[in-house]
């Protein structure tokens, strides 16, 4: 290994060489998405089922969900993903700060996606629309409305928890950032959170309309 | 190289505890799941026993019905879960797709360890189930039960859920050695078909686990919220819980199996000395396993209110996946004819498993046709039909691949008269138990019952009989494979004159795998071009 003569400090001693590490990285990470992608997909099928057995009462559940503040968030999500992906591309011309600038903005936006959504919970859990037995609303016409809002909680919830985790990841690489560990040739880690992060916004895309968008 | 460095292998180097519970070298973490799966096996062995134990007599004599449901769901969930999905990838898997193909460790290797921390983690959560409760939902927790029982469904589906994140990375990991990480010249069609199946089963595992993982969730929040997404009181269906479960369920036999052939072509290959017959049939069969395993779920409701004409359809694709089981069953059987076969223990287990795998495989035909079904549904059937394909089959490959590593993990060789005797007892014993049980199903003896009618008594003592004769045979291998660590004579670097990777190297090899990296002379199987002598006798 020693005799090697281009031997840098990021790659991997059972990688031959840099193009097959981060090549590995990508498809490793494509490869999660995907299973991120079913983890939902069970979710998206109840949804399907369920809205196909109460149409009605899916229908006069969505209004009860705040559209306005549904929006803003969508479009507080695909501001941070521009964001993101416009860190990478600062890395790419070697742009340091210009990275670590656009993380913490992406940082910041999902920040405020998390408060939106915390006002949204807060009025549901005051007026009682909840999942199951803790549902106690009565201003919703039609079959088995607690069901809606399980799927409601379930869906925004699980997402909600990949925010969380998305913001995690991004804090690491703004710290490897500011620690100088990446450069024009080296940003793999900052790829692939930004990869993780469209994730987590596209699936908000689909989400949003199927809850907030109905009829 | 002085004699002193050739000498270091991966289990001297480095040294130290430490180097153990850090280790990012996938031989050795192949190692720590190999110790923890053997645990998960004995355990789930233990439960096994008691069961048929409890069986010998009708009535109560060992443990009341309650008893007897949690330990027959344990006994289930922990060779599922613990056991049977880890083993054969986790384990042997880790150990040799990466020397298999010429590299020097799989793509993630400190994804790979977190996987087994994560295996550990989970199986925590399940063994403190145990001392809380337990279970006595069956492995399969069905709902509405599982939502109302008072036993601990939480931590042991919890942990379900953790180790299923383990069977993910596993698999993901696999999928993106087998694609990046090949010596140059090993194209797809140059892979050993053992990897072929490693990259059938990744592919389930990624795509299948994540729905169980949701599936548990949605109980989860069931039990902890009522949601009622399962409850037909709250409008729910339980049905769907069943849908999703079997959605994972059933591919995760072929988690169970297709590595178990994998191996088997490895071993039917080997000692026959001769080209494997339908390389490209046998390899795309495991992708055909794989993509059909996804369209069946639905045979497990056929008594469950599902709409006739699904159940037709579940039924016919069923009868699809017989089409590349079988063509695996001609071409194994089609290499050994006029192959130089020899008949060493791994080889003896490899024609076990073609034996009882077919009868596994046949049955389940049975079981798809849907008049059948209704007949032995929820019967000794089923459970006898399932053994014969997960303890028949994939433990009996996991076992014919054990003893062929063996000599390669360890540099050790075992005693070859006990090892004979010990899979004579495995294979009489696995018979006595679990034929007698084709014979009680058909007959009407449902199963997940304590207690039985008089007239079930000489064939349930039979089938008794049988797991003491199983018990047996494993203890001896436990026995004669600790031994050979200790006192084994040292296996030569290719005890059985195999033509792949893995036999280039040490044994064991070293930290790095190989100390001049492979090239890619002849394929895996190439007995025709390539004169190898077996060296251990
Ligand atoms: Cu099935």
Redesign the pocket.
């Known amino acids: 290994m020693s005799e090697s003569h281009t031997h840098p400090a990021h790659l991997a001693h059972h990688f031959s060489d840099v193009e097959q590490q981060r090549e590995s990285a990508k498809f490793g990470m494509w490869v999660f998405l995907l299973t991120e992608v079913l983890l939902f997909g069970g979710l998206f099928m109840a949804y399907a089922i369920y809205r196909a057995w109460n149409p009605d009462m899916f229908y006069n559940a969505h209004k009860a969900l705040n559209i306005y503040m549904g929006t803003a968030n969508t479009f507080v999500l695909i501001a941070s993903s521009v964001t993101m992906a416009l860190s990478i591309r600062s890395m790419q011309l070697d742009k340091r700060k210009q990275t670590i600038g656009f993380l913490i903005a992406t940082l910041a936006l999902a920040c405020i996606f998390l408060v939106i959504k915390y006002f949204e919970y807060s009025h549901k859990f005051h007026v009682g629309q909840l999942p199951g037995k803790y549902y106690s609303y009565t201003g919703i016409k039609g079959t088995n409305p607690h069901i809606f809002f399980g799927i409601y909680f379930g869906m925004t919830g699980l997402h909600g928890l990949h925010v969380l985790a998305g913001m995690s990841a991004i804090v690491w690489v703004l710290i490897k950032t500011v620690k100088k560990k990446f450069s024009a040739e080296y940003y793999t880690p900052v790829e692939m959170v930004g990869l993780y992060w469209h994730l987590v916004d596209l699936i908000w895309i689909f989400l949003f309309p199927l809850l907030y968008l109905i009829g | 190289m002085s004699e002193a460095v050739a000498e270091k292998n991966y289990l001297n180097d480095p040294k130290g505890w430490k180097s153990w519970v850090f280790t990012l070298d996938h031989k050795r973490i192949g190692i720590l799941y190999l110790a923890s799966i053997t645990a998960a096996f004995f355990l789930g062995g233990v439960f096994a026993v008691l069961i048929r134990l409890e069986l010998l007599n009708p009535g109560q004599d060992l443990m009341g019905p309650d008893t007897y449901n949690q330990i027959f769901t344990l006994h289930g969930a922990v060779m599922i879960f613990l056991f049977i999905i880890p083993s054969i990838p986790a384990a042997l898997g880790n150990f040799f797709l990466p020397l298999l193909i010429g590299a020097k460790d799989v793509a993630f290797p400190r994804l790979n360890l977190a996987s087994y921390y994560i295996y550990v983690f989970g199986s925590m959560f399940a063994v403190y189930s145990i001392f809380t409760g337990a279970v006595d939902t069956g492995w399969t927790f069905y709902t509405p039960y599982s939502t109302e029982t008072q036993t601990s469904v939480i931590p042991m589906t919890l942990g379900a859920f953790i180790l299923g994140f383990s069977s993910i990375f596993t698999g993901l990991n696999f999928i993106v050695t087998i694609h990046k990480m090949r010596i140059p010249g090993m194209t797809w069609y140059k892979l050993p078909l053992f990897v072929w199946a490693l990259y059938a089963t990744a592919i389930i595992q990624v795509v299948a686990t994540p729905v169980l993982g949701i599936t548990l969730l949605l109980l989860i929040f069931e039990r902890v919220f009522s949601v009622g997404i399962f409850n037909p009181d709250m409008g729910g269906d339980p049905v769907l819980f069943q849908h999703f479960f079997?959605f994972y369920?059933?591919p995760a036999?072929y988690i169970m199996i297709l590595p178990g052939m994998g191996i088997i072509s490895e071993l039917i290959a080997t000692f026959s000395h001769k080209k494997i017959f339908g390389y490209k049939a046998i390899a795309f069969s495991s992708l055909g396993i794989a993509f059909i395993s996804f369209l069946?779920?639905g045979?497990?409701m056929f008594v469950s209110g599902q709409s006739e004409l699904a159940a037709m359809i579940f039924s016919f694709l069923?009868f699809l996946v017989g089409i590349p089981s079988g063509i695996k069953v001609f071409n194994w059987i089609t290499t050994l004819y006029k192959g130089q076969i020899h008949f060493d223990t791994p080889m003896l287990y490899a024609l076990s498993f073609l034996f009882l795998f077919t009868i596994g495989g046949l049955t389940g035909i049975f079981l798809g046709a849907l008049a059948t079904d209704v007949h032995l549904h929820d019967t000794y059937f089923v459970v006898a039909h399932f053994h014969y394909v997960m303890m028949g089959g994939t433990v009996m490959a996991f076992l014919g691949g054990l003893h062929y590593w063996w000599p390669k993990m360890f540099g050790k060789m075992y005693n070859h008269f006990w090892s004979v005797i010990a899979m004579i007892l495995v294979f009489v014993g696995f018979n006595v138990t679990f034929f007698s049980q084709f014979i009680l199903g058909s007959q009407g003896m449902p199963r997940r019952y304590y207690n039985y009618l008089d007239q079930f008594q000489p064939l349930h003592a039979f089938s008794t009989i049988g797991s003491w004769i199983l018990g047996a045979g494993f203890i001896i291998m436990a026995i004669y494979l600790i031994h050979s660590l200790f006192k084994g004579r040292k296996a030569s670097d290719n005890p059985w004159g195999g033509l792949t990777f893995e036999w280039a190297t040490g044994s064991p090899p070293p930290h790095h795998n190989f100390k001049v990296t492979p090239k890619m002379t002849h394929g895996p199987y190439d007995y025709d071009k390539v004169l190898v002598e077996q060296t251990d006798y």
């Open positions: 079997w369920s059933h036999v069946v779920w045979h497990h069923t």
